[in-house]
């Protein structure tokens, strides 16, 4: 019999496999469980490293549905008068004081390893691979513009994901220390995958979504590597983090490369 699992128990475990293989290197904390679809948002990322440099992400994570290989609420609203979970996101992720990057982590599952493309020159094809796979908020925004089954199914979905690994370890964007090379990927990845997403909307959608996001691609465009992460990832690190700083945020997860 198929067994569905959740995000949260997919996230909880994620975790605590990275803890056991990477134990001086990551550090976490899970706080209580937000109202559901409150900020689209349930897990933060910090990378730093030797330089001393930060770059962080704002991430919500989908599961697959296994019976159908959808993801059926990756443009989730609670209600029609709500605002859709994605765009959420990306407003809360832009805050002007530590602006981060919104991202989304698919849990998928898939078995036809013909099918999936790989641009990885880290590693040789391996499916699971896939198992986890990051894509960028404004794709998932822009991807909503399709009205054809609002590209759910993860064959549509998987010319425009990568696989996690790939931000962290990928040969070509591999200088620097681990924020520069996150960096790097997203600058000439994920941002690339959002304009070809952009460019191939008709004009009439590109129009509408320049006047919606205008304000947050600018924030967004500006992001840079930063020497002052918000003070409670810094807490974090010094095992001295009390109160949860976002009540909607359910993960804090830092990850600080050995020198």
Known sequence: MDCQIGEETLTDLNILELKIRHASEVYSRTFSKPEEGLNGADWEWWFTGSSRKWIGFRVQAKVIDIKTNRFNHLHYKKDKHSPFQCDTLIQNALLPRHPRIPLYCL???????????????????????YGCSILS???????????TGKAKHF???????????CLVCCRGYGEGDLPSRVFRFWRESIQQVEAAILEGLSLDNRQEL????????????QIELTQEPPSYVLSLLNNQLEEQPDPNLRTLTVFKERD
């Open 155 to 165: 064959q549509s979905l998987l010319e425009h994901v990568s696989p996690w690994h």
């Open 137 to 147: 908020a404004f794709a998932v925004r822009y991807l909503r513009s399709i009205k």
């Open 210 to 221: 320049d006047g919606e996001l205008a304000y947050y691609r600018g924030v967004y465009n």
């Open 107 to 129: 849990y998928s599952n898939w078995n036809t390893l013909a099918q999936l493309p790989w641009k990885c020159a880290t590693y040789y094809p391996v499916e699971e691979s």
